[in-house]
């Protein structure tokens, strides 16, 4: 019954910005860690941002700090993930994902996935 759906992604020009959100149901948001993770073609998995349940602590992976920011929004069950200062190195598949746990886990340790958005940042 965990559900979590992304949306926002779309194509956009370098400079330029984008917010993703993702909704969830199933289980309480504020018990559960929630990620953003990105695939980009040929690419590893890379985990780009993570909101805990704990205390809403969030990381970052080095190469978006400064340029996004995850949000959650516990009320409406909904987690952002506002991204500006956009770089064509952006362009991946964007993923929200549910760790099992109250605190950020790694990329590959999520229980549950969002289908993912494209987010494209092409001039």
């Known amino acids: 019954q965990v559900q979590l759906v992304e949306s926002g992604g779309g194509l956009v020009q370098p400079g330029g910005s984008l917010r993703l959100s993702c909704e969830v149901s199933g289980f309480t948001l504020n018990y559960y860690a929630i990620g953003w993770i990105r695939q980009a073609p040929g690419q590893k998995r890379e985990g780009v941002a993570c909101?805990?349940?704990?205390?809403?602590?969030?990381d970052y992976a080095d190469s978006v700090k400064g340029r996004f920011t995850i949000s959650r929004d516990s009320a409406g069950n909904t987690v952002y993930l506002q991204m500006n200062s956009l770089k064509p190195e952006d362009t991946a598949v964007y993923y929200c994902?549910?760790?099992?746990?109250?605190?950020?886990?790694?990329?590959?340790?999520?229980?549950?996935w969002g289908q993912g958005t494209q987010v494209t940042v092409s001039s």
């Open positions: 994902a549910k760790s099992g746990i109250r605190i950020c886990v790694g990329e590959y340790e999520y229980t549950d």
């Open positions: 909101i805990s349940a704990s205390d809403g602590r969030a």
